[in-house]
Nanobody, 124 residues
Framework: QVQLAESGGGLVQAGGSLRVACVAT????????MGWFRQGPGKEREFVAAINWRLGKTWYTDSVKGRFRISRDNAENAVYLQMNNLKLEDTAVYYC?????????????????WGQGTQVTVSS
C-alpha cells in the first residue's frame, strides 16, 4: 500500500514560478511511474507529467513542455514538479499519482494511487 501527500501549492501571479512536492509512504518499485495530473474548474483530470522511478525518464503534456520540470528524489521517496512561467490556464488542483505499470499511460485510470491534491492558482 502506498500513500501520497502533496504540498507546495498556492497563489502566484502569471509568469511566476511554483514548486509542488509529493512524498510517498510505502514501497515504490524501480519500474513504477510517478505522475502529476491536474483538474481545473469544470474540467476533466488531465495528465501533466510523469517520471520513471529508476531511469528518470520523463514525459510531459505539450502545453507544459519547456515550462514545467518533473524530478524525483529516490532517497526521500519524493517527486517534484517545478512550474515556471505559469499561465492563467495552469490554475487547477494538482494531484500526484503512482502507476504500477512499466509502460507510460496518460489516462488517470491507469494510476492506482492518488494524493489528495494541492491547489495552484495563477492570477493576472
Amino acid at each position: 500500500q502506498v500513500q501520497l501527500a502533496e504540498s507546495g501549492g498556492g497563489l502566484v501571479q502569471a509568469g511566476g514560478s511554483l514548486r509542488v512536492a509529493c512524498v510517498a509512504t510505502g514501497t515504490i518499485y524501480s519500474s513504477d511511474i510517478m505522475g502529476w495530473f491536474r483538474q481545473g474548474p469544470g474540467k476533466e483530470r488531465e495528465f501533466v507529467a510523469a517520471i520513471n522511478w529508476r531511469l528518470g525518464k520523463t514525459w510531459y503534456t505539450d502545453s507544459v513542455k519547456g515550462r514545467f520540470r518533473i524530478s524525483r528524489d529516490n532517497a526521500e521517496n519524493a517527486v517534484y514538479l517545478q512550474m515556471n512561467n505559469l499561465k492563467l490556464e495552469d490554475t487547477a488542483v494538482y494531484y500526484c499519482a503512482l502507476s504500477k505499470s512499466i509502460y507510460i499511460d496518460y489516462r488517470p485510470s491507469s494510476y492506482e494511487y492518488w494524493g489528495q491534491g494541492t491547489q495552484v492558482t495563477v492570477s493576472s
